[in-house]
């Protein structure tokens, strides 16, 4: 197999890389509708199996597991997910020629080899669906073609696809079909329904393709979601310390305060989240985002290349046949940082004392959430699909941290993230040395030592107007406007 994207022409790809179109909510209007008496048979129950199950079984479908012989019989995680949640479990043999539709929900490694697996069961004219387009774009999977092939991809980790459909929300949700199997032509009548029943309706649905969520998906993740949280969770719990910080109060900052400053981002963009500091610790928080943005770009312009021209796949191809070596390597390097071994401390932190002594780490995600944003769309990605997968998505990441730190979120995420963030930590922390050291503890620690609250008012307007001007905001505040049903978290 070879990869889809580039085997097709650039006309080809641009078409298909803007492939986005927003979805109102009357397009839902038929609910669950289609899949409604359909059997829907997930293979994977994991991070979005399981809780991709529970929110479908909970809008009213039939949702069953079919399992490897070995999970069942070693009663592995996945086994233990889907039957202590009472869902009925089989071997592929019992359950997959009786699906009229087949979730594919294993980790992106194993696709391959869980699509060769079950095609042969499937029944005729049944459907295939995936979360996530990498079989298909980067390893260009082919597929029998009287099967129907879509895609319902929630930006955003599994375990929070969850926790927004029990609060009442959701999560936004590209949609695709593959169109070389469509043959019935109800694809996206199937997608939809899918979509409507993991509560993605709620939040925002975009109308995309394969490919354009494979090329923004795992640029959002290897980027601000996930490898700039890590690197700067990283760099500001040992400036904390070097900074003589009680490790302590570092850690539960660093752990709760993504958290907390990105909430101020989902509900009213970066301006909101700026808007929560003070006069002078904005102005500071404007101009280290700019120094940032400039140091980073470069950064995320090469990882957004390499996902692009498929160097970023061929070389997490050879990890997984290197039994994912790399993976495992930087997995245990994580885990023995000293952010990621300190517990939080039993101190009382406040919600502003969040933003007020974590001016660094609000400036991270203001230089994260815009370049990723600017790289994206500068790459073809349409301003929503980008909005999504940088803006949106970054507290719903921050809030796995605040569970149980970076293992927690690396644990949450796919491989195919985790490998990604990896790649990129180990870039950016030696990228940032030299804009550590000028870092001192009133950025991240203590707060500015500032008697009042004055500044230059035409400063402060400049970048007031900067703030409010970013393209990012001005598409936040219209797909916010469609999320009605949002909650807060903290
Ligand atoms: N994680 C996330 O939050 C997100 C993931 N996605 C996408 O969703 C899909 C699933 O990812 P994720 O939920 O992270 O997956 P997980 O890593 O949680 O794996 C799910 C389960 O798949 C099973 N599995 C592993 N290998 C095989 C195999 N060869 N055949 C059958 N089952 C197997 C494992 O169970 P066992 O070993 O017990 O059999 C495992 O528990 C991916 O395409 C991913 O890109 C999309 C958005 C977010
Ligand atoms: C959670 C999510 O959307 C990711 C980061 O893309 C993934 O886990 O693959
Ligand atoms: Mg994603
Ligand atoms: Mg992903």
Redesign the pocket.
Not at 104 to 111: A, Y
């Given at each position: 197999m070879a990869n889809y994207f580039n085997t097709l022409p650039l006309r080809e790809q641009l078409a298909q890389l803007a492939k986005c179109r927003f979805m109102y909510s009357s397009e839902f209007a038929d609910g669950v509708d289609a899949l409604k008496g359909k059997k829907m048979v997930v293979?994977?129950?994991?991070?979005?199996?399981?809780?991709q199950g529970l929110n479908l079984r909970d809008s009213g479908l039939d949702v069953s597991y079919?399992?490897?012989p070995?999970?069942i019989e070693?009663k592995?995680?996945?086994?233990k997910?889907a039957t202590e949640n009472g869902f009925t479990v089989g071997t592929y043999e019992e359950l997959i020629p009786t699906a009229d539709v087949v979730l594919?929900?294993?980790?992106?490694?194993?696709?391959t080899?869980?699509v060769k697996?079950v095609m042969p069961l499937m029944k005729e004219g049944a459907c295939l669906s995936?979360?996530?387009g990498?079989?298909i774009v980067e390893e260009g999977m082919k597929i029998r073609d009287d099967l129907t092939v879509i895609m319902v991809?929630?930006?955003?980790?599994?375990?929070?696809?969850r926790a927004e459909y029990v609060r009442g929300f959701g999560v936004p949700t590209l949609i695709a079909v593959h169109e070389a199997n469509d043959p019935k032509g109800e694809g996206l009548a199937l997608a939809k329904a899918y979509a409507v029943g993991t509560g993605g309706h709620k939040a925002g649905v975009l109308m995309s393709s394969f490919i354009a969520e494979v090329k923004s998906?795992l640029m959002g993740?290897q980027t601000i979601l996930c490898g700039m949280l890590q690197t700067g969770s990283i760099l500001c719990f040992d400036k904390m310390i070097e900074e003589g910080i009680e490790p302590g109060y570092a850690s539960k900052l660093i752990q709760y305060g993504w958290e907390n400053i990105t909430e101020a981002l989902k509900y009213g963009g970066v301006t909101n989240m700026l808007d929560r500091l003070s006069n002078p610790a904005k102005i500071k928080a404007y101009d280290l985002a700019e120094e940032l943005k400039e140091i980073m770009r470069p950064l995320y312009n090469k990882h957004q290349d390499d996902i692009m021209n498929g160097n970023f796949s061929a070389g997490m191809m050879e990890d997984w046949a290197n039994d994912d070596a790399k993976l495992h390597a930087w997995r245990a390097d994580t885990a023995e940082t000293a952010f990621e071994k300190t517990p939080a401390g039993d101190i009382k932190i406040s919600e502003q004392e969040y933003f007020d002594h974590g001016i660094l780490m609000v400036a991270m995600v203001k230089a994260g959430v815009e370049l990723a944003f600017e790289t994206m769309t500068a790459a073809g990605i349409i301003a929503e699909s980008a909005y999504y997968e940088s803006l949106h998505e970054t507290p719903l990441i921050a809030n796995t941290i605040a569970r149980k730190k970076l293992y927690e979120m690396n644990a949450?995420?796919?491989?195919?993230?985790e490998y990604g963030c990896y790649l990129y930590n180990h870039a950016c922390v030696p990228l940032l040395a030299d804009f550590m050291k000028g870092i001192k503890s009133d950025v991240i620690g203590k707060g500015l030592d500032v008697d009042d609250n004055g500044v230059d008012n035409a400063r402060l307007i400049e970048v007031n107007d900067a703030l409010r001007a970013h393209p990012v905001e001005a598409v936040g505040a219209v797909l916010r406007g469609h999320m009605a049903d949002m909650k807060k978290i903290v």
């Open positions: 293979i994977g129950c994991g991070a979005q199996g399981l809780n079919a399992l490897r070995e999970a070693q592995r995680q996945s086994w997910n594919n929900l294993t980790p992106d490694k194993q696709h080899s869980a697996a995936y979360s996530h990498f079989n991809a929630p930006k955003c980790p599994g375990s929070e696809v998906d993740e949450t995420i796919s491989d195919t993230a």
